[in-house]
Nanobody, 121 residues
Framework: QVQLTESGGGLVQAGGSLRLSCSAS????????MAWFRQAPGKEREFAAA?????YYGDSVNGRFTISRDNANNMVYLQMNSLKPEDTAVYYC?????????????????WGQGTQVTVSS
């Protein structure tokens, strides 16, 4: 019943921007910490950004990405600017009830299927 659905991925040139969206159903996103993770081929899933009472960013995206939410519509967004080829990955939306260890993927309760972001150089 709980479903997170990502959209907005695609192909973009280095230096460009994309805005990812996550639509949450079956849960009230306002009661969860929401996050974005990413996983590139052959690499571990990496924390990108989270939003709850505060916002948090991974070192690799800090200053370039912005996470935001629209609680009334159960939407979460990730604005990605100044994209680099190393940002190429599948981006996943996640929801956490525990309000702890925001940077660890195993602590999240629900996940979307992911959306592909490819940055060309």
């Amino acid at each position: 019943q709980v479903q997170l659905t990502e959209s907005g991925g695609g192909l973009v040139q280095a230096g460009g921007s994309l805005r990812l969206s996550c639509s949450a159903s079956g849960l009230a996103s306002s009661t969860y910490r929401m996050a974005w993770f990413r996983q590139a081929p052959g690499k571990e899933r990496e924390f990108a950004a989270a939003i709850g009472r505060s916002t948090y960013y991974g070192d690799s995206v800090n200053g370039r990405f912005t996470i935001s939410r629209d609680n009334a519509n159960n939407m979460v967004y990730l604005q990605m600017n100044s994209l680099k080829p190393e940002d190429t990955a599948v981006y996943y939306c996640a929801a956490q009830q525990s309000w702890k260890n925001y940077y660890r993927a195993p602590n999240y309760d629900f996940w979307g299927q992911g959306t592909q972001v490819t940055v060309s150089s």
